[in-house]
Structure formats: C-alpha cells, structure tokens
C-alpha cells in the first residue's frame, strides 16, 4: 500500500534522514548556527523544568503538610520513612537524571521484553462452578425479563458482553443494529463452568474466547474437538457463526461438536439443556443464527485427551487441485485413520502447502521442535510456512494413493509443536494480513523477499510487534478504520464450497478476474449431519452437499487489484455471486453486500421466521439480515477511490502507541490497561481432584442440584 503519491511512509522517512544528514555535512556553518539555537532552546526547556518542579514541589508539599499527620498515624513507620526518602529523592532529580532514568527504564524493559521474557507458567484456575454459574445466569434473565416490563413499542434487545468496553467481535461489519437497542450485560458468562470426563463435555459460558478455553481444557488434560484458530473468537460466536478448523474434516463445525445449551428465548423462558432430543427445532436453529434467537448463557462442548505435541507434516504440491485431492484422500482415510489436522494455503496457482498434524505427548528425541510463541522473536507461522515452500519441489508422486498412511508418508519435511501453539499458530500475523499494516511503516523492507533465505518479518520486527500483530488487535483496528475503509482497502471473506472441485473453480476465478489475492486459506469441512428442517442453512451449502461429505472452505484475505483503488461492491458482490454459481455459500461474518432479496434467495427464510415466531423472537431480537447486510452503506462504497492515509491516520497512531504500552509496562498493569496477550502465558497442570470436574460415571451433588431438571424454567 502506498501513500503520499506512490511513497512509503518509511521510504519517506529515510528519504528525510539522508537529506537531513547530507545538509548537515555539506552546510557546516548553516547546521552550527541551527546547533546554536537548538541549544538555546534546550537551555529554555531546563529552565522551565526548574520553574515546574519548583511549582510542583510547593505544592508536593503543601499535600504532604495536609496529610502527615494521618499518614504518621495510620501507617507503620518503616513505610513512612521510605516514603519522606522517595520523595526527597525525587525531589533532588535534575530534568536529565529524570530523562535519564526514564530512558534507562525503556531501555531495561525493550531489553528484557526482546532477550529475556519467555513464556511462563502460572496456575490453572479453578472453574467456575454450577453454584456461581447459575447467579451470573439468573442475573442476566432477570436483566432480561426487566427489559420484556419496560419495553418500548419495537425497541430490540442485544447483549453487552466486554468487561473493559473493548469489542474483540471478528465480525467485520458494523453493529448498528446497537445504537437503538436495549442492552442486556452478559460480560460475566466467559468462563468455563465444568468438565466430565466421564461423558467428554467441557460446560462453558457463550462469552469464553478460544484462546482461555483451549488454556482451561489444556490444563485439565482435555481440548474440545474444534477450537478456532484466532483467540478471541468467543465460544458462543463461534457456535452462532459457524465456526470451524483444521479438524472440522472430522468433526465438522464448532456447532456440530455442541450437545446441548442454555438459552432465553424472545418469550423470556430461561430453557436449559436444550439438544437434539430436547426442543431438537431451537437446537438445530441457533447454529449460525448469528443470536437471533436468544442469549445463550451456557454451551455444552465434547471434549477429547489432549496431546502434549502436535506432530506436524508439510506436504508441497504444485497447485491447488492436488492439494485437494490430497486433503480429500487424507481425510476420507477414516475417522480413527485419518490425521487429527488437516487445512492448506494455497501460496500461489503453481504452489500449495498441505498442513497435517497428529497428537503425541512425548515426540522423539532430537527431533526438529517448532516454538511459535514462546518467545517473542519466533517466526509467524505463515512466513515459516512460506520458508518451508521455497525449500520444496513439487512432489514426484504427485497422485492419490489408496494406501492408508500414503499421503502421511510422503511429507517431505516435519517438526513438533506444542498444542497451544499449533492451535494458534496463525495468531501472530493473523494468517498474513498483518504485512499490509507493517508495510506502511517499513515499505519493503518489512519482509525478507531473497529466495535463499528465510521469508517473512525481520526478527526485530517480531519483536516488536509480537502483541500488536495478532487477530485480536487487528481486528479493532479494523473496527476503528470503519465499514467503508476496510471494504475499500482489503478483502476479507470465507466461502464454503460443496466440494474440491468448486474450492478450485473459486481460486481459479480470484486469479483470472482482476483481484488477484494470493495465498488462500483452504480447510475441509465434514457434513456430519443432515440439515434439520428448522436450520435456514446461513454460511452452509447444506442443500448442496451430501451428508458425511466434505466441503471446502476458501478463506480469500488480502489487498486485491495489485493495490490500486477498486470497487468493493462490484468486486465483492461478482465473488458473492460466482460462489453461489458454484453451489458455495459465504460465511456471514463479514462484510456482506447481498440486497435483501438476493440473501434470502439463498436462505430458508420459512424455517427461520417458524422458530423466531414460536419462541417470540421476531419481536425481540433484531432479524439476521438487519444485523449482517451492510444495506443503505453501500452506497457510500460504490466506485474506485483511493484511501487517504489521514483517514485511518488516527486509528494507526492508536495501534502504534498501544505498541509501546504494552512493550513498556509490566505484566501486572496489563489487566488494567485492557491489553490482553495470553500466548505468553501458560496454565499449569490442574491437581486430579481439582473442584467441578467429574472424573466417575456419577454426578457430583453440585451437579445434580443445579442441572437435573430438564427443558425449560421460569
């Protein structure tokens, strides 16, 4: 991306460096007398630190007057004297010792943040509990049938689920449907309530991000089936969106591995345990319905043994049709054969990676061992995919085997990683989308583009931007750049296609019609089940695939048309429409720019209005087109226009400062300062007797007095 007329930030930065350099060198009695004058300007700032601290310290101690008797009284006199010694010495400081320190401290900080921080292990916390999960539940239904009192004619509900006023949604479109509606505060329902062992369900609350429930199960010797490979995807976005990962060839998506849900409906019932036998119509339409048919306030998860390792295996294939061949066999070898992991990025038309990964707990001695977040200099999994690619011919036997360990066997290359970081492993960088952002910076010099060596960021760049390149903060940022900026700088976007063939097709068509976006993430998902009549299919070619088939998703994230302005409606709408040509469906997370009609060409609009009317969710509950369709703010996107760097300049300078906040401080402030950064964190093993998890074939008297009745209750 390029700004002031074709120039890099940083090219015009250095540019201004070497013209500054060569005046000074050239025009010695010009830059002696700026010196000059420079230093008479310094010499005004030290007087005026003098005159500061000498305001300060009056009234420092007209405060300290005030005070002194109650802090003489009231605190140990080993403290007070510490504190009249602190502030004595702070008073003494000169403006450069005060410089000084201030610079010795960065300096420390940058230092250990750089060479020293690893990621460190601290204890797994204690569940939540049925007891303290049911307050925080009951507390949201009573909020809610307040709401149902109070109404006003047509006014609609949505939920507040932050803690600290930051959105970590990974939607991309806007929630104007907000402004107007009444909000009902869920922030306490993020944590994980329970763990049974013995019936392999993890029971978690719909605000839990991915990230602390893969820590929280890790510790506690379990990981659910599918866990979204961004952190701050939440548990319950992920089962109304239709989430899925690289083991959804098994598993299908987040919703298909959930047995059972809390949930209040739009008629105000708090109806619990809700599953494919209990109100089967409500359980199957609250997959991807984007919360349009109530406020869940507890999910029901299965569970697997966690590995220890991933075992991962990189297979090279010289285009994108073989790799799906390859996937489609890998994944079509059996549910208890097949590799545990499965997805691939499609590098460019003449080279595709195939991911495949299986659980182990002690991997090999003297085995290659991949770190990606343990420390802050480690690669970002996409760049070292893309090291891994150079290295790679396209395979000889560049065919389906029938053999059952075939495609396993010919990997040419593999390593080791720990389950956290294989399941993030597309955190840092989210996937690739962060090299737009670092190049405004950095120009091209923010990757390594040499073909003999390592691709991706510099080490010192990883560094610095191990926490604020991640999913979580890009996606504010984002959220601040706004609707039309993002649709007018990138394209984000997942289609689900029926099957390898249309995965192709689509590929083919980005390639050949001007956009241009290069690498596609490329993921099978199993069709584990049979649509229920009352699912309207949203984000699924449901109709289209047959049950236990595998479906492809194609995940087309970049900068298309070389860079240069396009239309964003005409180019999303012709891909919206080239999917659906295909039989392929988008997933409605993102910018969607159907008309209304168009969206329900493609959707059971019967099915879903039949359950918003039975559970008195039509009323309540904005519909999903109003909440998912970008509608009249199209219009403001209709046409090429360049994006002004001023016009995200805020929203850049935001992220950027946040950078060295989060550098700069300690952990300890983190919490406080709404910067979260998990993956430097690790939970302990949890003690086997650990309080809420069910480890025998019983229910825990806890249990029982909180879940045993079951349907619905008031």
Same mark, same amino acid.
């Given at each position: 991306?390029?700004?002031?007329?074709?120039?890099?930030?940083?090219?015009?930065?250095?540019?201004?460096?070497?013209?500054?350099?060569?005046?000074?060198?050239?025009?010695?009695?010009?830059?002696?007398?700026?010196?000059?004058?420079?230093?008479?300007?310094?010499?005004?700032?030290?007087?005026g630190?003098?005159?500061? &601290?000498?305001?300060?310290?009056?009234?420092?101690y007209?405060?300290?007057?005030?005070?002194?008797?109650?802090?003489?009284?009231?605190?140990?006199?080993?403290?007070?004297?510490?504190?009249?010694?602190?502030?004595?010495?702070?008073?003494?400081?000169?403006?450069?010792?005060?410089?000084n320190?201030?610079?010795?401290?960065?300096?420390?900080?940058?230092?250990?943040?750089t060479?020293?921080?690893?990621?460190?292990?601290?204890?797994?916390?204690?569940?939540?509990?049925?007891?303290?999960h049911?307050?925080?539940?009951?507390?949201?239904?009573?909020?809610?049938?307040?709401?149902?009192?109070?109404?006003?004619?047509?006014?609609?509900?949505?939920?507040?689920?932050?803690?600290?006023?930051?959105?970590?949604?990974?939607?991309?479109?806007?929630?104007?449907?907000?402004?107007?509606?009444?909000?009902v505060?869920?922030?306490?329902?993020?944590?994980?309530?329970?763990?049974?062992?013995?019936?392999?369900?993890?029971?978690?609350?719909?605000?839990?991000?991915?990230?602390?429930?893969?820590?929280?199960?890790?510790?506690?010797?379990?990981?659910?089936?599918?866990?979204?490979?961004?952190?701050?995807i939440?548990?319950g976005?992920?089962?109304?969106?239709?989430?899925?990962?690289?083991?959804?060839?098994?598993?299908?998506?987040?919703?298909?591995?959930?047995?059972?849900?809390?949930?209040?409906?739009?008629?105000?019932? !708090?109806?619990?345990h809700?599953?494919?036998?209990?109100?089967?119509?409500l359980?199957?339409?609250?997959?991807?319905?984007?919360?349009?048919?109530?406020?869940?306030?507890?999910?029901?998860?299965?569970?697997?043994?966690?590995?220890?390792?991933?075992?991962?295996?990189?297979?090279?294939?010289?285009?994108?049709?073989?790799?799906?061949?390859?996937?489609t066999?890998?994944?079509?070898?059996? &549910?208890?054969?097949?590799?545990?992991?499965?997805?691939?990025?499609?590098?460019?038309?003449?080279?595709?990676?195939?991911?495949?990964?299986?659980?182990?707990?002690?991997?090999?001695?003297?085995?290659?061992?991949?770190?990606?977040?343990?420390?802050?200099?480690?690669?970002?999994?996409?760049?070292?995919?893309?090291?891994?690619?150079?290295?790679?011919?396209?395979?000889?036997?560049?065919?389906?085997?029938?053999?059952?360990?075939?495609?396993r066997?010919?990997?040419?290359?593999?390593?080791?990683?720990? !389950?956290?970081?294989? !399941?993030?492993?597309?955190?840092?960088?989210a996937?690739?989308?962060?090299?737009?952002?670092?190049?405004?910076?950095y120009?091209?010099?923010?990757?390594?583009?040499?073909?003999?060596?390592?691709?991706?960021?510099s080490w010192?760049i990883?560094?610095?931007?191990?926490?604020?390149?991640?999913?979580?903060?890009?996606?504010?940022?984002?959220?601040?750049?706004?609707?039309?900026?993002?649709?007018?700088?990138?394209?984000?976007?997942?289609?689900?296609?029926?099957?390898?063939?249309?995965?192709?097709?689509? +590929?083919?068509?980005?390639?050949?019609?001007?956009?241009?976006?290069?690498?596609?993430?490329?993921?099978?998902?199993r069709m584990?089940?049979?649509?229920?009549?009352?699912?309207?299919?949203?984000?699924?070619?449901?109709?289209?695939?047959?049950?236990?088939?595998?479906m492809?998703?194609v995940?087309v994230?970049?900068?298309?048309?070389?860079?240069?302005?396009f239309?964003?409606?005409?180019?999303?709408?012709?891909?919206?429409? &080239?999917?659906?040509?295909?039989?392929g469906?988008?997933?409605?997370?993102?910018?969607?720019?159907?008309?209304?009609?168009?969206?329900?060409?493609?959707?059971?609009?019967?099915?879903?209005?039949?359950?918003?009317?039975?559970?008195?969710g039509?009323?309540?509950?904005?519909?999903?087109?109003?909440?998912?369709?970008?509608?009249?703010?199209?219009?403001?996107?209709?046409?090429?226009?360049?994006?002004s760097?001023?016009?995200?300049?805020?929203?850049?300078?935001?992220?950027?400062? +946040?950078l060295?906040?989060e550098?700069?401080t300690?952990?300890?402030?983190?919490?406080?300062?709404?910067?979260?950064?998990?993956?430097?964190?690790?939970?302990?093993?949890?003690?086997?007797?650990?309080?809420?998890?069910?480890?025998?074939?019983?229910?825990?008297?806890?249990?029982?007095?909180?879940?045993?009745?079951?349907?619905?209750?008031?």
């Amino acid at each position: 991306m390029k700004y002031f007329n074709g120039i890099s930030l940083s090219s015009f930065i250095l540019f201004t460096t070497i013209v500054l350099l060569t005046f000074t060198v050239v025009n010695g009695d010009i830059m002696s007398s700026i010196t000059k004058e420079f230093n008479n300007f310094l010499a005004i700032i030290m007087n005026g630190w003098e005159t500061v &601290k000498v305001t300060v310290t009056n009234y420092f101690y007209i405060v300290v007057n005030i005070i002194n008797g109650p802090l003489q009284t009231y605190l140990p006199a080993n403290i007070y004297n510490y504190i009249v010694i602190a502030a004595k010495f702070v008073n003494n400081l000169t403006c450069a010792q005060y410089t000084n320190g201030i610079l010795g401290y960065l300096a420390w900080m940058i230092f250990y943040r750089t060479f020293i921080e690893t990621k460190t292990i601290i204890p797994a916390p204690t569940l939540k509990g049925w007891q303290e999960h049911a307050k925080d539940a009951v507390k949201v239904h009573t909020e809610y049938t307040h709401f149902l009192k109070e109404r006003k004619p047509d006014e609609k509900v949505s939920i507040n689920r932050s803690r600290n006023g930051h959105s970590d949604s990974n939607r991309t479109t806007a929630a104007d449907y907000k402004k107007l509606a009444r909000r009902v505060d869920v922030s306490n329902l993020d944590s994980v309530i329970a763990i049974d062992k013995v019936k392999n369900l993890m029971h978690i609350e719909p605000g839990l991000p991915m990230d602390e429930m893969a820590r929280i199960a890790i510790a506690y010797g379990v990981v659910p089936e599918v866990v979204l490979e961004f952190p701050g995807i939440t548990a319950g976005g992920a089962l109304c969106g239709g989430g899925i990962e690289s083991t959804s060839h098994k598993f299908g998506s987040f919703a298909d591995t959930v047995e059972e849900v809390d949930i209040i409906t739009g008629d105000g019932e !708090l109806r619990t345990h809700v599953s494919r036998t209990n109100e089967p119509d409500l359980f199957a339409a609250i997959a991807t319905s984007y919360g349009t048919h109530g406020i869940l306030t507890r999910i029901a998860v299965r569970v697997e043994p966690a590995p220890k390792y991933i075992h991962v295996r990189y297979l090279h294939m010289s285009n994108l049709e073989k790799a799906t061949n390859a996937m489609t066999a890998l994944a079509n070898e059996g &549910k208890d054969e097949s590799p545990a992991f499965i997805d691939g990025v499609a590098m460019s038309p003449t080279s595709a990676m195939v991911v495949i990964g299986d659980g182990i707990n002690e991997p090999p001695a003297n085995v290659p061992y991949r770190s990606l977040r343990n420390n802050r200099s480690d690669p970002w999994f996409f760049w070292h995919l893309t090291s891994i690619a150079r290295n790679f011919a396209a395979l000889a036997t560049d065919k389906p085997k029938n053999s059952k360990l075939g495609w396993r066997g010919d990997a040419q290359t593999s390593e080791y990683m720990t !389950l956290d970081d294989y !399941l993030f492993r597309f955190d840092r960088g989210a996937f690739w989308m962060a090299r737009h952002g670092l190049q405004v910076f950095y120009g091209k010099f923010a990757y390594n583009y040499s073909e003999t060596s390592s691709a991706g960021p510099s080490w010192i760049i990883r560094v610095k931007y191990a926490w604020l390149a991640t999913t979580r903060q890009l996606y504010r940022m984002l959220h601040a750049i706004g609707d039309e900026g993002l649709a007018r700088m990138y394209v984000v976007q997942d289609y689900i296609m029926p099957g390898p063939k249309e995965a192709v097709q689509l +590929s083919e068509y980005t390639n050949e019609n001007n956009i241009g976006i290069w690498p596609l993430w490329i993921c099978p998902v199993r069709m584990v089940a049979k649509r229920h009549s009352s699912n309207a299919g949203f984000g699924f070619p449901v109709q289209q695939t047959k049950e236990n088939g595998l479906m492809f998703n194609v995940g087309v994230y970049g900068l298309p048309n070389n860079g240069e302005p396009f239309d964003p409606v005409i180019l999303n709408h012709n891909l919206e429409n &080239k999917a659906s040509e295909l039989g392929g469906r988008k997933m409605l997370y993102a910018q969607s720019f159907y008309s209304e009609n168009e969206f329900w060409s493609l959707f059971d609009r019967k099915a879903y209005d039949n359950i918003r009317n039975k559970y008195k969710g039509s009323s309540v509950f904005p519909d999903i087109h109003t909440k998912l369709l970008l509608g009249k703010r199209m219009d403001k996107m209709k046409g090429a226009k360049a994006i002004s760097f001023l016009s995200c300049a805020g929203a850049m300078a935001l992220w950027y400062f +946040s950078l060295w906040t989060e550098m700069c401080t300690p952990r300890f402030f983190h919490n406080n300062l709404h910067i979260e950064y998990t993956c430097m964190t690790q939970y302990a093993d949890a003690p086997s007797n650990a309080p809420h998890v069910v480890t025998e074939d019983t229910e825990t008297t806890e249990t029982s007095k909180t879940t045993s009745k079951k349907g619905k209750k008031k």
